[in-house]
């Protein structure tokens, strides 16, 4: 019998270049308003213009005293981290299965990253979390894998009870909600990055957000100096004579990313609201096929769907690797992948070998070992990755069909057809 998968020869599902979702949608007013912003100023050192604007409407839509722009999500997190005052001798409990820049930024400070494992959806896990408190630590930080919150509920408790700070790595999840409530507006901090495919994006840019004026002044103190922290921390505070130099780092954000973001986010909900739909609709259909099992949130959380992150069972498929799945799916053209860069922090050289790279650092820095995190490890060798369309039924529609007719002719994909 002749082949039916792409992956042997047959025709494709899809024919449609790549990347199918170009993200942040622009728009003929997207351009209008970034070259309104480059006619009017492209340097803003204090907080006015299009940096105050966004800044407002962040702290609106998130519903937090304080939203600050930066130059990246990764100095979003340093700000963050920096404000708390972490030195070393600090520990802060941080996800084992992240963006690398959840945690790195501790490295800069001294802070000691505890790595915690994750529960089923990938994200931090309140009951490992607290089994990993020391009379050392500090903070706890937590990232919403692929804009599904975590138990941040659970967090904000563990942390009051414990009298630490908590941090949320909302990257991915920007405009989620639990309980109907922002996620970003939990944490003592929140940071958000705003690049390129994050739900809301500048195309580079980061926000931090909190409710808590002095670490406001600290936070501003870290990346903004000059101008902005000599006019808004108060000439009467301890902190106010370092204003001009601030900790002597520039992390401002650049007025045509904030122009960008700024027009994108009045559509943001509107764009969720379009992934959620799409989202239900993939994950019902996948949950029918053999050996794929779909992220279930609880019904009070409203992800982003960042990407819809499948778990794969080859066990409950025929053996089928998880990497011929991913290369069937590619090959019927679907816009699939294992997350490359999202991973266990153990697997990178600067959490399982770091000195090389900081040769000084603080006496029992943790050295982490590739495959520490048996849960982070398993979902991560088994995770096939898809992005959420907000508004692309039809394509929706075909990465259905490829996978379908992948798992209807999922023999062919085994080692030994005829076996
Ligand atoms: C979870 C998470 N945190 C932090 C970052 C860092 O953000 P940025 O690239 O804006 O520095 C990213 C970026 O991909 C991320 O995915």
Redesign the pocket.
Known sequence: MSPQLALNGATPVLNRPLPHLAWPPIKPATTAAVIAQLATTVSIPDRSGIIAELEDKLAAYFGVRHAVLTS????A?HSAYAALGLHDGHEVLAPAY??H??ASPLFHLRASPVLVDCDPLGNLDPDAAEAAITPRTRAIAV?HLWGVPAQIERLRALADRYGLALIE?A??AAGATVSGRKVGSFGDLAAI???GPKPLSAG?G?IVLTNDDELYYRVLLHGQYNKRCRAEIPAEHPLHRYAVTGTGLKLRIHPLAAALAAEQLPRLDDYLAGRRTLAEKMRARLRGLAGLTVPEPPNDVAPSWYALAIQHHPEQCDGIPTHRVVEALQAEGVDVDQPGS?RPLSDHPLFNAPNPAFPNLPEGWPRYRPGQFPIADALHRHTLKLPVPHDDDALTEDYLTAFTKIWTHRHELKEDPTA
């Open positions: 990246s999500g990764t100095a997190l992240t963006f820049a959840t990232t790595d990257s991915h990055s705003m690049n580079e980061g999202t």
